[in-house]
């Protein structure tokens, strides 16, 4: 199983960005899949989870500005962020496990990871 994340980049404050993360050896469409990320000096944090039905948890400060869709066809989850602010500047990860998404989730309940991409929002 592969995860391979991909969009991230340099962006002024007020920009928004689209994350990627494309998958191999797994399905998107029976798998949960979910974002974090890890700013410099702190532990990773969830961003969202979003199950094969839809339902989707974000976590409360990234409710209203960012955006987890997937588009099955291409195996691939995205996570639309907006309005970003520069405490948005992290290394964002996609996970993937095969439960559906109750609440956000937790690092361990990951089986699989992406290697990460950097986002950093310029004030």
């Known amino acids: 199983v592969q995860l391979q994340a991909s969009g991230g980049g340099l962006v002024q404050a007020g920009g928004s960005l689209r994350l990627s993360c494309a998958a191999s050896g797994l399905r998107f469409d029976s798998h949960a899949a979910g974002w974090f990320r890890q700013a410099p000096g702190k532990e990773r944090e969830g961003v969202g989870c979003t199950s094969n039905d839809g339902s989707t948890y974000y976590a409360d400060s990234m409710k209203g500005r960012f955006t987890i869709s997937r588009d099955n066809a291409k195996n691939t989850v995205y996570l639309q962020m907006n309005n970003l602010k520069p405490e948005d500047t992290a290394v964002y990860y996609c996970?993937?496990?095969?439960?559906?998404?109750?609440?956000?989730?937790?690092?361990?309940?990951?089986?699989?990871w992406g290697q990460g991409t950097l986002v950093t929002v310029s004030s």
């Open positions: 996970a993937a496990d095969s439960f559906h998404c109750t609440v956000v989730h937790d690092t361990g309940d990951y089986a699989y």
